[in-house]
């Protein structure tokens, strides 16, 4: 990573006000790993991010049995 890079990063990470940068890189690698239909879900608790789960769904007029 370059400075430019490396100070883009930190001034885009001061504008945060809920997640860290290490939360946000978590998202976004949740979201990029959902398949064709899915969804990613957060839970709150106590004021924090808690948990993020990664739900993927399957397309049941499409389905075929590779039984």
Known sequence: ?????????????K???????R???MIDDL????GKYGKVQ???K???LRF??????I???KYEDSR
């Open 1 to 13: 990573m370059d400075q430019s890079t490396g100070n883009q990063n930190q001034e885009a990470a």
């Open 15 to 21: 504008g945060l006000k809920f997640l860290s940068p």
């Open 23 to 25: 939360q946000v890189r």
């Open 31 to 34: 979201l990029s790993s959902v």
């Open 42 to 44: 957060l839970t709150v």
């Open 46 to 48: 106590n004021g924090k």
């Open 52 to 57: 993020a789960e990664r739900i993927e769904s």
């Open 59 to 61: 397309d049941a007029l």
